[in-house]
T-cell receptor, first 114, second 111 residues
Framework: ETGVTQSPTHLIKTRGQQVTLRCSSQ?????VSWYQQALGQGPQFIFQYYREEENGRGNFPPRFSGLQFPNYSSELNVNALELDDSALYLC?????????????FGSGTRLTVV | ELKVEQNPLFLSMQEGKNYTIYCNYS?????LYWYRQDPGKSLESLFV?????AVKQEGRLMASLDTKARLSTLHITAAVHDLSATYFC???????????FGTGTRLQVTL
């Protein structure tokens, strides 16, 4: 297993800009979720993709959007960045939906909005 | 809305001591996860608990799940400095397999 990799590791953007974060899941992991972790807090669920379709969303506005590709990679896009979007963004994948398998988390992308 | 609470939020303990971290959640679930996070790092999976009464142990850490009480515990035996980290529990309600995380417990093991 190759693990879950995210890119870039760090990113600085200006308020109002757009950003795309990338995640490459383990082979066979057809479920991927994205989480936002603000400093000193637990991760908050943004959304989940299963077989390239969004099938769950947390309390995040529509300017947070995503894509999942057939090669087990995915993207998180954030438009019109705000200062409060500064956080660690984590993607997590697992083998199947609603299974007993745990999630594997990537190393995260630290986004700073100035 | 599901709420997941951990206590304590911060725990300072001496090496060699035992302690327990508690994770309470507000709705029915039979899947609970424990993760470890070092500063600035991602989440490392520690335990996956899938049924009432589940108990798992790895080294100095032991986790248990009581779904009727909606309670999970993470017990630390004879703590060592390397266990210093933040520990999160997370509940999977099965709805889109969304994980709801607790507030985290920052553990500091002193010499």
């Amino acid at each position: 297993e190759t693990g879950v990799t995210q890119s870039p590791t760090h990113l600085i953007k200006t308020r109002g800009q757009q950003v795309t974060l990338r995640c490459s899941s383990q082979s066979g992991h057809n479920t991927v979720s994205w989480y936002q972790q603000a400093l000193g807090q637990g991760p908050q669920f943004i959304f989940q993709y299963y077989r390239e379709e969004e099938n769950g969303r947390g309390n995040f506005p529509p300017r947070f959007s995503g894509l999942q590709f057939p090669n087990y990679s995915s993207e998180l896009n954030v438009n019109a960045l705000e200062l409060d979007d500064s956080a660690l963004y984590l993607c997590a994948s697992r083998r199947a939906q609603n299974s007993g398998y745990g999630y594997t988390f990537g190393s995260g992308t630290r986004l700073t909005v100035v | 809305e599901l709420k997941v609470e951990q206590n304590p939020l911060f725990l300072s303990m001496q090496e060699g001591k035992n302690y327990t971290i508690y994770c309470n959640y507000s709705t029915t679930s039979d899947r609970l996860y424990w993760y470890r996070q070092d500063p600035g790092k991602s989440l490392e999976s520690l335990f996956v608990l899938l049924s009432n009464g589940a108990v798992k142990q790895e080294g100095r850490l032991m986790a248990s799940l009581d779904t009727k009480a909606r309670l999970s515990t993470l017990h630390i035996t004879a703590a060592v400095h390397d266990l210093s980290a933040t520990y999160f529990c997370a509940v999977d309600t099965g709805t889109a397999s969304k994980l709801t995380f607790g507030t985290g417990t920052r553990l500091q093991v002193t010499l």
